[in-house]
């Protein structure tokens, strides 16, 4: 396993409860029984605190953890197209994570390909909450 990988997701700031949330989605990976579930406060189109829990791999918490910190005060349209992305990602040809989107790029390497479904567990459940 990377190391990178277990620091990334040691990192548990937002791995937390947020109780006056203004959004929430679950998701859960049928192959390993992985569950997420990420809780949001949204205001005018912005993600104000990002918070999420479950009981997950590294990789999934690593994903989580990465999105928790980068996201907030992002509109919610870029996190819409963000999710697309992240969904294409490991569909390609030829890979590269966007600039933009370059905070993942530890996670987002064909190196994962086996752990995709785990890695993608968050944006799952991120994608409920902004396609709404």
Known sequence: MDLKILEIASDTKNNKN???????AKSKNP?????IEIK???KDEKIIDFGY??????????TASLLSKNLIN???SKINELCDFAKSFFCKEKNSTKKKWSFLSELFNMKNISRKECI???????????SN
């Open 31 to 35: 192959l390993c029984g992985d569950k």
């Open 53 to 62: 829990q479950g009981n997950s791999c590294v990789y999934c918490q690593a």
């Open 18 to 24: 947020i109780k006056n949330y203004t959004h929430a």
């Open 74 to 76: 992002k509109e919610k």
């Open 40 to 42: 949001l406060i949204i």
């Open 120 to 130: 993608l567990l968050p944006f799952n459940a991120l994608k409920k909450i902004v």
